[in-house]
Nanobody, 127 residues
Framework: QVQLVESGGASVQVGGSLRLSCVAS????????MGWFRQAPGKEREFVSG????????MYAESVQGRFAISRDLDKNTVFLEMNNLTPEDTAVYYC????????????????????WGRGTQVTVSP
């Protein structure tokens, strides 16, 4: 049974930073890229960032490019999302997700490509 558990969400002020963590377990195959999505009130869930299974390829949404950084620790089965210079527009529930891949260099960026999802962690940025 695949499980993804996010943590690290909190309330911060504009300009603050947070680091989200996602611990994965239950994979029978290692060939999964990992990603972060978010859903703000009144908006659809959107792609934030993704990392390839081997950790060599990263992808970011334009809205977070230069402010967020994704990384992966294979030894700890953990994916991180470091968020800097946060704005109220970053307020959302952040979800960790895993997508099957055919090779270790692929990164997925759309919801329907991801098979496994965490429950989400709330990030609130006060103006």
């Amino acid at each position: 049974q695949v499980q993804l558990v996010e943590s690290g969400g909190a309330s911060v002020q504009v300009g603050g930073s947070l680091r989200l963590s996602c611990v994965a377990s239950g994979f029978t195959s290692s060939s999964h890229s990992m990603g972060w999505f978010r859903q703000a009130p009144g908006k659809e869930r959107e792609f934030v960032s993704g990392v390839s299974w081997n950790g060599l390829i990263n992808m970011y949404a334009e809205s977070v490019q230069g402010r967020f950084a994704i990384s992966r620790d294979l030894d700890k089965n953990t994916v991180f999302l470091e968020m800097n210079n946060l704005t109220p527009e970053d307020t959302a529930v952040y979800y960790c997700a895993a997508a099957p891949v055919d090779n270790a260099y692929l990164v997925r960026s759309t919801e329907d490509e991801y098979d496994y999802w965490g429950r989400g962690t709330q990030v609130t940025v006060s103006p």
